[in-house]
């Protein structure tokens, strides 16, 4: 028996980028294609990968979707998204990380809840489990507003964007990504569309599966960058008091920790270390919470005092 599709008459625009990643394509359109809402265009954007592995797979294949490829020069993520942004004209937006797919009733979902609501919605959020390991978020119901220190955490509210269905209007009236950021850019993108005011729809039905693939920017690579740019995120958060002082603190401590138990682990030289130490041990009482699951770091970070 055939699976029935619905078909989106407002209009959802999926975007995908990909940079050297393109093998994972196929999964992730295949995903879309199985969908009960189907989209009415997919736009892929090539952020100057060294291949044409995205617009010679795109071009050979057939959808029940709309599907363009496009390719730019190497800008970053948030200037991929952009890009994409920018093409798209469907009144809803979602994002799909290349590596990633979506179960069938992910888009049907939120666009049937976001739909119901008002213009000040500015989305609908949903939950995913990872592959392997096969760990679920654990997202509230958003009943209320949304407590902007809550964004981002397994047990708040989203921070990554492909968990969302977006109005795309107002992703447009905010300017879109921040393409200063490289990390935490979907944050930012999330919480300035909170502090303008804007409420959002979701819980944690579970429509994305997350491949936690070493390569990733978010997921492993060179974590001294990875600490610079979640601290140029967290100063921009501070200056534009997204989070509360005690949330920007909390952050700040479980960012240097984060990278300090990887350098400690690589043998890194002890200066990098001491320097994440001493911006942890700002906030003391981070050493002896969740952040630092394991007596063995505790002991290590004592031993540095």
């Not at 994002?95 to 069938?104: G, I, K």
């Not at 005011?197 to 979701?202: I, L, P």
């Not at 001294?224 to 921009?236: E, G, M, T």
Request: with cysteine; glycine share 8%.
């Amino acid at each position: 028996m055939s699976k029935k599709h619905s078909s989106s008459l407002d209009g959802v625009s999926v975007i995908i980028t990909t940079y050297n990643d393109a093998c994972y394509l196929p999964k992730a359109l295949d995903s879309i294609g199985r969908q009960k809402l189907i989209p009415t265009e997919v736009i892929v954007v090539d952020d100057g990968s060294e291949d044409d592995f995205a617009s010679e797979f795109v071009s050979g294949k057939s959808y029940p979707f709309a599907v363009s490829s496009y390719k730019k020069e190497n800008g970053g993520a948030s200037e991929a998204r952009n890009y994409g942004l920018a093409k798209a004209s469907g009144e809803f937006v979602a994002f799909l990380d290349v590596d990633d797919f979506w179960l069938e009733d992910n888009l049907l979902y939120k666009y049937r809840k976001l739909k119901k609501k008002t213009q000040e919605y500015f989305g609908c959020y949903g939950g995913y489990v990872s592959e392997p390991g096969g760990f679920r978020s654990n997202f509230k119901d958003c009943k209320a507003q949304v407590v902007p220190d809550d964004i981002g955490k397994v047990n708040g509210f989203p921070g990554g964007a492909p968990m969302y269905l977006f109005r795309r209007n107002l992703l447009v009236e905010i300017g879109g990504f921040d393409i200063t950021l490289k990390q935490n850019e979907d944050f930012d993108l999330v919480l300035r569309l909170i502090h303008a005011g804007y409420n959002v729809a979701g819980d944690n039905f579970i429509g994305y599966v997350r491949n936690l693939r070493s390569g990733s920017l978010t997921r492993g690579g060179n974590y001294k960058s990875a600490y610079q740019n979640v601290s140029n995120f967290l100063d921009k958060a501070e200056a534009g008091k997204y989070f509360s002082s005690e949330e920007v603190s909390n952050r700040r401590a479980l960012n240097a920790l984060s990278c300090w138990k990887k350098c400690f682990l690589k043998f890194e030289e002890f200066s990098f270390q001491k320097l994440l130490l001493d911006e942890a041990l700002r906030n003391p009482e981070i050493i002896g919470m969740k952040y630092l699951p394991l007596k063995m770091y505790r002991i290590l970070l004592a031993a540095f005092l």
